[in-house]
């Protein structure tokens, strides 16, 4: 198997706040291999953000974080001093975030950004820089990029300013860029062409990219794999056509029951009822149990008392005790449950 690039290992991030601590990414895991995109989907506040600006080296304080580690290509980088992350930040991950003008300085022209980062991660002449600028901009589809070189932010439109964010994201020839809602603040035409392009670097220059959003739409189109989070936990993760076609935990079942296929005629799509708990008010057990349609299905109330790991369900990961299989544990010593009590292994029980 291909050794993966990026590994998050129980990644826990908390606010230290006056009515005590609070946890916004509780414990999560997953990898990317190299050359693979993998989506981050969720509600607001489930902390998809979150755990890409850890990533990266760019939680803002008094966000920390508290358990865990990051590492990229087996090293690990969640504990590097300020200045050593510098030298990671920019030369080995990139970034492309939802504003373009919150990346861009408005006061120097795009080509000198552009070739800044150039000099400043890669022992290049300042003619060789421009000359890899240009190319860039050329590569992200900038027209006339000569020309637009000297240009400043405000002289470019929405699309054409996330485009040379794109460019500056890839100037240090990275092998991991974070994409946060890269597409959500342009419209739709220009959404196809920025997911056109994605997948045109990751075949090209095999960059592995995070893409973080919350729109199944550009999941869809662009990542190999998705991770559904909530409530600052992955809910399911596994190949992205499995989790859209066959979803296995019910809050993605109620996600994907929300989006309307073109074609059919139904009176109502799936709702969800309620809303994702705040931070104070995570309850008990599954964080998903108050908004769950199948949550008394699973016996002796385990859905309300225990939080569930991942679990094997068919060909992705769930954390939903619907898929651990009862035991009779009056013949078993082990575990809870004793005395004929049914208890729960963490394998698939068959649909």
């Known amino acids: 198997m291909t050794t993966p690039l990026l590994q998050v290992k129980n990644l826990r991030i908390e606010f230290p706040t006056r009515r005590g601590t609070l946890t916004a990414v509780d414990d999560i895991s997953f990898d990317i291999a190299p050359g693979e995109v993998l989506g981050v989907v969720g509600e607001s506040g489930a902390g998809k953000s979150l ?168 999941i869809a189109e662009t990542a190999d794999r998705v991770a559904v989070m909530y409530a600052g936990r992955i809910a399911e993760i596994g190949p992205v056509s499995e989790v859209i076609h066959h979803p296995q935990h019910p809050y993605t079942i109620g996600l994907m029951g929300a989006i309307p296929n073109v074609g059919d005629e139904v009176e109502r799509l799936t709702q969800i009822d309620g809303a994702m708990p705040r931070l104070t008010a995570i309850p008990p057990g599954c964080a998903f149990n108050p908004r769950c349609t199948r949550v008394n299905d699973v016996p002796d109330g385990r859905c309300r008392r225990e939080r569930p790991g991942l679990l094997p369900a068919g060909k992705t990961d769930a954390a939903c005790w619907l898929h651990a299989r009862p035991i009779n544990t009056a013949t078993s010593s082990q575990g809870e449950g004793r005395g004929g009590v049914a208890s729960f292994e963490n394998t698939k029980v068959p649909a």
């Open 51 to 218: 755990t890409g600006a850890a990533v990266i080296g760019l939680l803002e304080p008094p966000g920390r974080i508290a358990g865990g580690e990051i590492l990229l290509n087996g090293r690990r980088i969640d504990n590097l001093p300020f200045e050593e992350m510098r030298k990671v930040r920019g030369r080995e991950i990139g970034a492309i975030f939802q504003d373009p003008l919150t990346s861009l300085n408005p006061l120097y022209t795009v080509g000198r950004q552009i070739t800044e980062t150039i000099e400043t991660h890669l022992n290049v002449s300042k003619a060789e820089a421009r000359e890899r600028a240009v190319k860039l901009l050329m590569e992200v589809g900038i027209p006339a990029a000569e020309k637009r070189i000297v240009h400043y932010p405000h002289q470019f439109s929405g699309g054409m300013r996330q485009r040379v964010v794109i460019s500056l994201a890839l100037a240090a020839q990275p092998k991991l860029i974070i994409a946060d809602e890269p597409t959500t603040a342009l419209d739709v035409s220009i959404q196809a062409q920025i997911i056109t392009l994605l997948k045109k670097l990751c075949r090209e220059h095999g960059t592995s990219i995070m893409l973080v959003t919350h729109d199944m739409g550009v």
